[in-house]
C-alpha cells in the first residue's frame, strides 16, 4: 500500500485545508490526478497541496469549489490558510488591518503593502530569505483584497520621494509599480501623495508608521523594526501620530502634483531605454 501521509486537521489553516481537501476528494471517488484533469492541474499538486508541501492559490481553491460542489468551502478557507503564512509577529496587525475603517500610512522605504504590485512584493520579500516565498507572496496579495470591497476602508498613503528612486526588481517591476500607484488617481477610497526631497527634514525622519481607526474600538499605531512590529493604543502616541500626520500631508505634494511627479519618474527613470548601438547613432 502507498504509504499516506496523516494530517492533523486542528494543527493549522493549511493542515486543514490539506485534510478537507483528501476527504472531499474521496467522498468523491476521485483520484489526485483525476480531480487534476478536472480543474487543469496536475494530480502532483494536488498531492501537495493535501500534504501542505505546496500552497493553494485562490483560484485553485474557487476551481475545487466548483468541480467538488463544497459550496465555497474552499474559497473561504483559502483566506485563513493564506493569513497563516504571514509572520507571527505581522498576523495581528493584517486582522487590525483588514477590520479598519480608516488607514493612514507613512512609508520612507517601500510602497504600503496594499499597493504592491506582486512582482514589486516578490523583489521586497524575497529580501528576506523566506523559506516560503511563494507563499508569503500569496499571503501579500490576498491582503490587497480589503479594497476590493464594497465599502473598503478609506486609506492615506503618503510615500517618500525616496520610494519612487529606490529601484527594487528592477526597471519593468518599478514601471508596473508606478503604474499601479497611478491606478489610485481619482480613486473614491484610496489617496496616494509624495513626500518630495525639497521637503528636507519633516516630522517622521525616525520611519514608517500606520495609523489604524475603527468604528467602535481605539485608534491603533503600527510601527516595525528590524525583526518585529509593534501596536500600541496609547491615546498619547495616538495624537503625536496624528500630530505628525497631518504635519506630513501639510508637507507632501498635492494628490495630483504626486501623480505628476510619478509619472514623470516613471518615464525619465524606468522609461524604455534604447539600445547602445541606437545611441551611438547622430
Not at 499516506?4 to 485534510?19: C, E, N, R, T, V
Not at 459550496?71 to 493569513?83: A, C, N, T
Not at 518599478?174 to 527634514?201: D, I, K, S
Given at each position: 500500500?502507498?504509504?499516506?501521509?496523516?494530517?492533523?486537521?486542528?494543527?493549522?489553516?493549511?493542515d486543514?485545508?490539506?485534510?478537507?481537501?483528501?476527504?472531499?476528494?474521496?467522498?468523491?471517488?476521485?483520484?489526485?490526478?483525476?480531480?487534476?484533469?478536472?480543474?487543469?492541474?496536475?494530480?502532483?499538486?494536488?498531492?501537495?497541496?493535501?500534504?501542505?508541501?505546496?500552497?493553494?492559490?485562490?483560484?485553485?481553491?474557487?476551481?475545487?469549489?466548483a468541480?467538488l460542489?463544497?459550496?465555497?468551502?474552499?474559497?473561504?478557507?483559502?483566506?485563513?490558510?493564506?493569513?497563516?503564512?504571514?509572520?507571527?509577529?505581522?498576523?495581528?496587525?493584517?486582522?487590525?488591518?483588514?477590520?479598519?475603517?480608516?488607514?493612514?500610512t507613512?512609508q520612507?522605504?517601500?510602497?504600503?503593502?496594499?499597493?504592491?504590485?506582486?512582482?514589486?512584493?516578490?523583489?521586497?520579500?524575497?529580501?528576506?530569505?523566506?523559506?516560503?516565498?511563494?507563499?508569503?507572496?500569496?499571503?501579500?496579495?490576498?491582503?490587497?483584497?480589503?479594497?476590493?470591497?464594497?465599502?473598503p476602508?478609506?486609506?492615506?498613503a503618503?510615500?517618500?520621494?525616496?520610494?519612487?528612486?529606490?529601484?527594487?526588481?528592477?526597471?519593468?517591476?518599478?514601471?508596473?509599480?508606478?503604474?499601479r500607484?497611478?491606478?489610485?488617481?481619482?480613486?473614491?477610497?484610496?489617496?496616494?501623495?509624495?513626500?518630495?526631497?525639497?521637503?528636507?527634514?519633516?516630522?517622521?525622519?525616525a520611519?514608517?508608521f500606520?495609523?489604524?481607526?475603527?468604528?467602535?474600538?481605539?485608534?491603533?499605531?503600527?510601527?516595525?523594526?528590524?525583526?518585529?512590529?509593534?501596536?500600541?493604543?496609547?491615546?498619547?502616541?495616538?495624537?503625536e501620530?496624528?500630530?505628525?500626520?497631518?504635519?506630513?500631508?501639510?508637507?507632501?505634494?498635492?494628490?495630483?502634483?504626486?501623480?505628476?511627479?510619478?509619472?514623470?519618474?516613471?518615464?525619465?527613470?524606468?522609461?524604455?531605454?534604447?539600445?547602445?548601438?541606437?545611441?551611438?547613432?547622430?
Amino acid at each position: 500500500m502507498a504509504n499516506i501521509q496523516s494530517l492533523d486537521p486542528s494543527a493549522s489553516p493549511l493542515d486543514y485545508y490539506g485534510w478537507e481537501l483528501r476527504r472531499q476528494r474521496e467522498a468523491h471517488g476521485l483520484k489526485q490526478g483525476q480531480l487534476g484533469d478536472i480543474i487543469f492541474c496536475t494530480g502532483s499538486l494536488i498531492g501537495q497541496i493535501e500534504t501542505t508541501k505546496k500552497i493553494p492559490t485562490r483560484d485553485f481553491s474557487e476551481r475545487v469549489d466548483a468541480a467538488l460542489g463544497t459550496d465555497g468551502v474552499f474559497s473561504r478557507l483559502i483566506g485563513l490558510v493564506l493569513r497563516s503564512q504571514l509572520p507571527n509577529w505581522f498576523q495581528p496587525y493584517a486582522e487590525m488591518e483588514a477590520k479598519a475603517t480608516y488607514i493612514s500610512t507613512y512609508q520612507a522605504q517601500v510602497v504600503y503593502g496594499l499597493l504592491q504590485t506582486e512582482e514589486y512584493a516578490r523583489a521586497v520579500l524575497a529580501t528576506g530569505m523566506p523559506d516560503d516565498l511563494d507563499g508569503l507572496v500569496a499571503a501579500r496579495m490576498e491582503r490587497q483584497r480589503i479594497l476590493e470591497r464594497e465599502q473598503p476602508p478609506l486609506a492615506w498613503a503618503i510615500l517618500d520621494e525616496a520610494v519612487l528612486h529606490r529601484p527594487i526588481g528592477g526597471p519593468e517591476v518599478m514601471r508596473g509599480q508606478l503604474a499601479r500607484l497611478l491606478e489610485f488617481t481619482g480613486h473614491r477610497w484610496m489617496r496616494v501623495q509624495v513626500l518630495p526631497n525639497v521637503a528636507g527634514e519633516h516630522a517622521s525622519l525616525a520611519g514608517s508608521f500606520n495609523l489604524l481607526r475603527f468604528e467602535e474600538d481605539p485608534d491603533v499605531v503600527y510601527t516595525e523594526d528590524v525583526i518585529a512590529g509593534h501596536m500600541t493604543a496609547n491615546p498619547e502616541t495616538i495624537r503625536e501620530a496624528a500630530r505628525r500626520y497631518a504635519h506630513l500631508q501639510a508637507a507632501a505634494l498635492s494628490v495630483e502634483a504626486s501623480a505628476a511627479l510619478i509619472t514623470r519618474v516613471m518615464e525619465e527613470r524606468y522609461g524604455e531605454q534604447p539600445r547602445s548601438e541606437e545611441r551611438t547613432v547622430a
